[in-house]
């Protein structure tokens, strides 16, 4: 029966957390997945998402269904965060969103409504990417090519070529972009940079789709999203896919948000009635909890407050431990330069490290990175950061 169905070898992201469960040797440590672990190497609860929760389950409530683009008090509260709450695309009511189970939701039903509507557009992704955009693309019916960005020669971008590339392709070409905190190399382009791309964006009418699931992380909550609010400025027909995964540490709940900015009210309308219809067609409604939960944080000025010290301790952290790696490899291994690993920015590292020395890492140190050499840096901690370069230093003498 079904002997022809192809076999999947799954994910090898969440495949490595398995191997990494399995092992028993006491001193590992989990840098592979992209999860938030706070100095005790736990995965928070937020005292801002707590207190919620709280209030929650003291008076619990129906559970109605939402409608098909989610909760409406969701739904501003992301339009606030991502584009500042008085940008005029937004005053406007030019900006369709809805509510969509993560991010990964998000880029799902973006994907789905482009290949319909732009059934001839190619789609882009940075070379490299996070491969689930690669994936969600794809299962879209999309083709999708890759564009030039990390030089591992100069840990920075091939600014040069990219911007090239962008300049060669046709009208409606859909590009996947990071705004912040890429993933998985953690560089990044500057302001200036972004001006320039989103110049060439305008001149050869390209649809930017700019994937935020790290916001707060980088630089601050406004700043990181620089990219997306000069691109709503500009007026280019951008769309949004955001996260709050990790930046309310609410993985499970599967809370992200799809954003469309048009040149008009009118085209929103028509948009966000396509977003209702392709949500309906997928999963017909989004799942409530999260959302509550993620409306009242962003929606109540203390516990906003409350929110932002606390991704911003979050992000801290990981600078600290960006920099306590440094400083022992920087000792350690003379000779070579590690400045990448601070001016990275977000959860990710590139290392430089190669296939063979992420095996010896995991074989002999029981430490895990992607085979790419990617780090997630929020799994470092006081703890381990000392073990953790030491088993670096030693695969790279
Ligand atoms: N986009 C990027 C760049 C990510 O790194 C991730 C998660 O790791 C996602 C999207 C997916 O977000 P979510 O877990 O909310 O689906
Ligand atoms: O580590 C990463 O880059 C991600 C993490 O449903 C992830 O792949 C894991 C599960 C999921 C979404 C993202």
């Given at each position: ?12 992201i ?13 001193e ?11 100095s005790?190497?736990k995965?928070p609860?937020?005292?801002s998402v ?6 929650l389950?003291?008076s619990?409530?129906?559970?109605p269904?939402l ?9 501003s ?7 500042g709450?008085?940008?005029p695309a937004?005053?406007?009511g ?9 991010g ?8 789905d409504?482009?290949?319909?509507w732009?059934?001839?557009?190619k789609?882009?992704?940075?070379d490299?990417?996070w491969?689930n ?19 591992p ?24 972009l ?21 110049e ?5 009418k390209?649809?930017p ?6 916001q ?13 609010r000069?691109?709503?400025e500009?007026?280019?027909?951008l ?11 609410l993985?499970?709940e ?7 900015v048009?040149?008009s009210?009118?085209?929103a ?7 209702k219809f ?23 000025p203390e ?19 960006r920099?306590g ?8 291994v ?20 190669t296939?063979?020395q ?7 140190f029981a ?7 990617r780090?997630c840096?929020?799994g ?8 953790v370069a ?6 790279l003498?």
């Open positions: 029966m079904y002997r022809h169905v192809e076999f999947y070898a799954g994910d090898p969440l495949s490595l957390v398995e191997v990494y469960n399995r092992d028993t040797r006491a590992k440590v989990n840098l592979g997945i992209g999860i938030y672990f706070d005790e190497g995965m609860v937020l005292e707590g207190r919620v929760e709280h209030d389950a003291t619990p409530r129906p559970c269904y409608p098909m683009e989610g909760l409406a008090a969701y739904r509260a992301v339009q606030n965060l991502l584009f709450a008085s940008h937004l005053t406007e030019r900006i369709a969103t809805i509510q969509t189970l993560g990964s939701g998000a880029l799902k039903v973006g994907a409504f482009l290949h319909r732009f059934p001839e557009a789609a882009y992704v940075s490299p990417t491969d955009h690669k994936g969600i693309f794809e299962g879209a019916g999309f083709e999708v090519g890759t564009y030039p960005y990390y030089d020669a100069t840990v920075g971008v091939k600014f040069d070529e990219m911007t090239a590339f962008f300049d060669s392709l046709p009208e409606n070409s859909v590009l996947i990071h705004p912040c905190c890429h993933n998985p190399t953690g560089v990044d382009l500057s302001p200036e940079q972004w001006d320039t791309v989103l060439i964006i305008r001149k050869r390209l649809i789709f700019m994937d935020i699931a790290y707060g992380f980088g630089g601050d909550l406004d700043s990181d999203a620089y990219a997306i000069k691109a709503a500009m007026g280019l027909p769309f949004v896919s955001n996260s709050f995964s990790k930046n309310l540490s993985y499970g599967r809370v992200g948000g799809l954003s469309a048009c040149p009210k009118e085209e309308d028509i948009v966000f009635g396509q977003f392709t949500v309906r067609r997928i999963y017909s409604s989004p799942a409530a909890h999260g959302a509550y939960v993620a409306a009242e944080v962003m929606n109540t516990l906003f407050a409350l929110w932002q010290s606390e991704v911003y301790a979050m992000r801290d952290r990981i600078r600290a431990m920099q790696l440094y400083d022992v490899l920087a000792a350690k003379p000779g070579r330069n590690f400045d990448y690993f601070i001016k990275q920015r977000g959860m990710f590292s590139y290392t430089g490290l296939v063979e992420v095996h010896r890492l995991r074989d002999e430490v895990y990175l992607l085979d790419s050499g780090m840096v929020a470092l901690n006081p703890a381990n950061i000392e073990y030491n088993a670096f230093a030693e695969v003498k």
